[in-house]
């Protein structure tokens, strides 16, 4: 199944504090929607490269949370509970 973006989520996601987007082969991106992804400084990440070091995978996960809750009202919480979990979750 394809994923398809629009200029219209990408500025949506943005909104939202998503600023980098994982791609795969499944993900399709408009014409309109990758000038959009350039001009607002947002990240594409194909989904099969190297991890992230611990501090983009932090901002990453925060910022998909933030997206998902359409709100910046856990900020504080998400910085405190992101990080214990990737602690427990790397070996």
């Known amino acids: 199944?394809?994923?398809?973006?629009?200029?219209?989520?990408?500025e949506d996601m943005h909104?939202?504090?998503v600023r980098t987007l994982r791609v795969d082969d499944s993900t399709v991106l408009t014409?309109?929607?990758?000038?959009?992804?350039?001009?607002?400084?947002m990240a594409l990440v194909r989904?099969?490269?190297s991890?992230?070091?611990a501090a983009d995978?932090?901002?990453t996960i925060k910022a998909a949370v933030i997206a998902r809750l359409g709100t910046h009202r856990y900020d504080d919480l998400l910085?405190?509970?992101i990080p214990?979990?990737?602690k427990r979750l790397r070996p």
Request: aromatic share 6%; charged share 25%; proline share 5%.
């Open 84 to 86: 214990l979990v990737l």
């Open 1 to 10: 199944m394809k994923t398809f973006y629009t200029e219209r989520d990408i």
């Open 31 to 41: 014409d309109l929607a990758r000038e959009k992804v350039q001009s607002l400084g």
């Open 79 to 81: 910085d405190t509970i």
């Open 57 to 59: 995978l932090t901002a």
């Open 47 to 49: 989904a099969d490269a």
């Open 15 to 17: 909104a939202q504090g």
């Open 51 to 53: 991890p992230a070091p």
